[in-house]
């Protein structure tokens, strides 16, 4: 989608936020990046400016599991990767292989012209806390070296 649509200053800083994060902010991040900045606006005002974004083809909604809609500067389409622990957001630059995508219209009839994938774990720094004694806090258990139901195709 081509953005447009009219652009008020508020508009234009809360883009500027949300295209200068890599961490894919929540509406609450935006406030609080806009504080920062010494700015101040309406809650209202910034949910609907992010509603606008969004709508007009500015920034993307990522809805994922833990309830929190975040938003992505990013336009072109790929993929992210969330901790189930901590909820941190990475963007994944790998290409998703041609014969998947054929194999997902063959299935479903859909023709793909796009989209996100999102893949769930648990990051780097979680894992690490989960191997200090005190483990039992971070939520996750030792890795048991098996992948769960994501099947790798390393059959």
């Known amino acids: 989608m081509r953005p447009k649509g009219m652009l008020t200053r508020q508009r234009k800083m809360i883009l500027d936020i949300v295209r200068g994060s890599n961490d894919h902010p929540s509406a609450a991040d935006v ?5 920062a900045r010494g700015v101040s606006f309406a809650y209202g005002t910034i949910y609907n400016s992010l509603r606008y974004l969004s709508e007009h083809g500015y920034i993307r909604e990522i809805r994922v599991g833990d309830g929190v809609t975040r938003y992505d500067g990013r336009m072109e389409d790929h993929h ?3 901790c189930r622990i901590c909820n941190r957001i990475e963007e994944v630059h790998v290409a998703v ?3 998947w995508i054929q194999a ?3 299935e479903t009839g859909f023709a793909i012209d796009g989209g996100m994938i999102l ?3 648990v990051c780097p720094t979680c894992r690490a806390q989960a191997r200090e004694p005190d483990a039992a806090l971070c939520g996750v258990d030792e890795p048991s070296g098996t992948a769960g139901d994501l099947d790798r195709g390393d059959d």
């Open 31 to 35: 406030i609080d990046r806009l504080k």
């Open 80 to 82: 992210h990767v969330r």
């Open 97 to 99: 292989p041609r014969g």
């Open 104 to 106: 997902v219209e063959a």
């Open 119 to 121: 893949l769930e774990g």
